[in-house]
């Protein structure tokens, strides 16, 4: 009899021992599965900014994926529709001289026309080979752009 009183004892530890290791396997598959997707997410998508050359040159980026294209305006390609928001226009990469049709429809920012400022299109390539514009960024040029450009031609 005394020995059935020590199984009986015994028995409630040793479930709460096993409830507790399941408990522990369940947070570590948590665990392993939340980082798993952190560390897929961060590493995804790998096209996420490209000069225009490299979106160009690069055919799997074209498949209208969301993605960043940078560039600067190319003088004289700027066109907007008679009483639109609806704007076309064309970014180069200075290094290659690539250039990429764009559209856009909204407001504009107020440096997009500064020939020192960087031009950023987030969106994906429509039809007709035209990159169909859902955000546009610039990034102002630096100030020290003017200096150094003075510096190269004091003539000025």
Not at 80 to 85: A, F, I, K, V
Request: hydrophobic share 40%.
């Amino acid at each position: 009899m005394a020995d059935l009183s020590l199984q009986q004892e015994a028995t409630p530890h040793a479930s709460n021992s096993g409830k507790m290791m399941v408990r522990f396997a369940i947070l570590g598959v948590v665990v392993a599965l939340a980082l798993g997707y952190m560390v897929y997410a961060a590493f995804a998508n790998d096209l996420y900014s490209l000069s225009v050359t490299e979106f160009t040159n690069k055919e799997d980026a074209q498949d209208g994926r969301m993605v960043r294209v940078w560039g600067k305006l190319v003088d004289g390609s700027f066109e907007r529709q008679d009483n639109s928001t609806v704007s076309s226009f064309r970014l180069r990469d200075d290094e290659s001289g690539a250039q990429l049709a764009a559209t856009y429809e909204g407001v504009l920012p107020d440096l997009f026309f500064n020939p020192h400022s960087e031009i950023i299109l987030e969106g994906s390539h429509g039809h007709n080979d035209v990159f169909q514009t859902s955000n546009i960024l610039v990034k102002c040029p630096s100030k020290y752009e003017g200096l150094e450009s003075a510096s190269l031609n004091p003539t000025q």
